[in-house]
């Protein structure tokens, strides 16, 4: 009878040793599988990048030194550090398209702006580019901002996307003077986040 009892004994251990294993190797399979997914993920994938207005003349060229230093995609850990978060920026080559238009376009740098924001900002957030979002342990956003230097005044927002380990931004900018307003658009190339985040899954 003991030894019937011992061998119910080493069976259920036997049966349990098995579903750890089980367990081990699925949530394992389940991390590759993931990665891989997001690895490759970025194959034909269609970014669904806002049109310009072409109501304007754009030439497009690279970002600048100036340019690439505010052209850029923030994030932090707040996931991680809730008390005290680590915020950075990563820069990321990409094309910039610039037009030059008149000053009498617009009655006002207000009035301006808000033509050229709601241009974007329909076609952006119907395709699911957001102005910021979670990602793992992380918050990836789009840059903001608004400055005033005499006459001249700018203004910028930025929209980010993910697709798997990779992110792109979409920014436009806005900057009025007293002869002339400037209207820019960076269009950045893929980014992948491995190169830039820790302990992403």
Not at 16 to 22: G, H, K, N, Q
Not at 135 to 144: E, F, L, M, P, W
Request: hydrophobic letters at 35%; glycine letters at 6%.
């Amino acid at each position: 009878m003991k030894k019937k009892k011992w061998l119910y004994y080493v069976f259920g251990l036997f049966i349990l040793v098995l579903a750890v294993i089980y367990i081990i190797s699925r949530i394992i399979h389940g991390n590759v599988e993931s990665r891989l997914n997001r690895g490759i993920a970025n194959l034909d994938f269609d970014w669904k990048v806002p049109t310009l207005p072409n109501s304007y003349q754009w030439e497009e060229r690279k970002p600048s030194e100036e340019e690439m230093n505010i052209f850029s995609i923030v994030y932090d850990d707040r996931y991680l550090n809730v008390d005290n978060p680590t915020i950075n920026n990563i820069q990321s080559d990409g094309k910039v398209y610039i037009a030059e238009i008149g000053k009498s376009v617009f009655q006002s740098d207000e009035t301006g702006w808000e033509l050229f924001d709601a241009n974007f900002k329909k076609q952006l957030e119907d395709n699911n580019w957001l102005i910021g979002r979670k990602y793992d342990s992380y918050y990836i956003s789009g840059v903001k901002g608004y400055s005033q230097d005499n006459d001249l005044t700018s203004s910028y927002q930025g929209y980010v996307k993910t697709n798997g380990y990779f992110v792109r931004t979409f920014i436009y900018y806005f900057e009025k003077g007293q002869e002339s307003t400037t209207l820019k658009v960076f269009i950045s190339d893929n980014v992948d986040l491995r190169n830039h985040l820790t302990d992403i899954k």
